[in-house]
């Protein structure tokens, strides 16, 4: 005997960040001057930038350091095995999508 299949219907599901929380106005494309929202929004994410990534951390690295050394970490160099910079910049590009000069810029 052959199976029945019904065909289910979904409603659309709102975006949501829970359970009972949901997203005030998601979806709903608002018409803003670029001014007014580069106004508002510029400083805070420029105050980001140089917190998070310009300034070293208490360790003395930045967050560049951090992907290059856990690179070479993982590629077993603190054992004093040997390899050309190269293969660590192409190792490294996995964790930092910035493109290869600035990774070589970072380990020199």
Not at 15 to 42: F, K
Request: no cysteine; glycine share 8%.
């Amino acid at each position: 005997m052959a199976k029945r299949t019904t065909k289910k219907t979904t409603k659309p599901v709102r975006p949501q960040l829970g359970d009972g929380v949901e997203i005030l106005n998601a979806g709903s494309v608002l018409e803003n001057p670029i001014t007014s929202t580069l106004e508002t929004n510029y400083m805070p994410y420029a105050m980001s930038v140089i917190v998070s990534r310009a300034l070293p951390e208490i360790d003395g690295f930045k967050p560049a350091h951090r992907k290059l050394l856990y690179t070479m970490y993982g590629m077993g160099l603190l054992k004093g095995a040997r390899t050309k910079s190269a293969n660590i910049v192409g190792s490294t590009m996995h964790l930092n999508p910035h493109g290869d000069a600035a990774i070589y810029d970072t380990m020199v």
